[in-house]
């Protein structure tokens, strides 16, 4: 690709991703890495283009400690740093969980999350044990998230399937909550714990109709079922990278 060639999965006129796109030189400059030959004018560009933009991603969080992600839409970029949360942040962690019960309420997911769940002290615990992050935007905590490696107890015994791998070591996702307002935080979360590990398993109620959606929308497979320690049922899904 020549220098300047664009390489644009931005729809309406909008400003195009090229290799000397503030979105890759605010992290280090331009890579030959980033040459790729020009690509055709067809359906697939898009997808090519996001590949490419998620390969550099995934290499930068690999040498930045603090890792930032471009959302990219169809009107503006949009970024989200994505750091490990302080007790500090406990507050809102708290706040965001409440938030996240609210729209499991209103969307038919009333079960997921009762009051005062998950504890407090779940999340100072993760806190503790540098598993909490925070999701930020300009400034604004937009949402919230564990990434705990495995074994995780309850995923040892699972019922109607099994799980796409079950000897290599894994990270789980847990206690997703974002900002009702905010766009784009659970793809940040994703690329996130894509980038940290190849193997990642999550689980969801049966009602949480979004948070399965999503997860499909970023090629988790469903695997089967499994059980709490209290003996909720909970949906379990994998990604394999």
Known sequence: ???????????????????????????????????????????????????????????????????????????????????????????????????????????????????????KQTFERDIEHGTSYLCEEEGCTVGTFALVPGPEPTYAHITGGRWIDEDRAYYVLHRVASDSTAHGVFAAIIDFCKSQSDNLRVDTHRDNAIMRRLLDRHGFTYCGIIYLSDGSERLAFQWLG
């Open 1 to 119: 690709m020549a220098k300047g060639t664009k390489c644009s999965f931005l729809q309406g006129g909008n400003e195009p991703l090229t290799s000397h796109h503030p979105v890759f030189s605010s992290f280090i400059p331009p890579l030959q890495a980033y040459k790729r030959p020009v690509l055709p004018e067809e359906n697939s560009t898009k997808k090519m283009c996001e590949s490419i933009f998620l390969s550099v991603f995934h290499y930068l969080c690999k040498i930045h400690s603090k890792c930032s992600v471009y959302i990219l839409t169809q009107d503006f970029y949009m970024k989200i740093t994505i750091r490990k949360a302080r007790k500090e942040d406990l507050s809102t962690i708290l706040r965001l969980r409440d938030d996240a019960r609210r729209i499991m309420q209103t969307t038919g997911n009333p079960d997921q999350w009762p009051e005062n769940y998950p504890a």
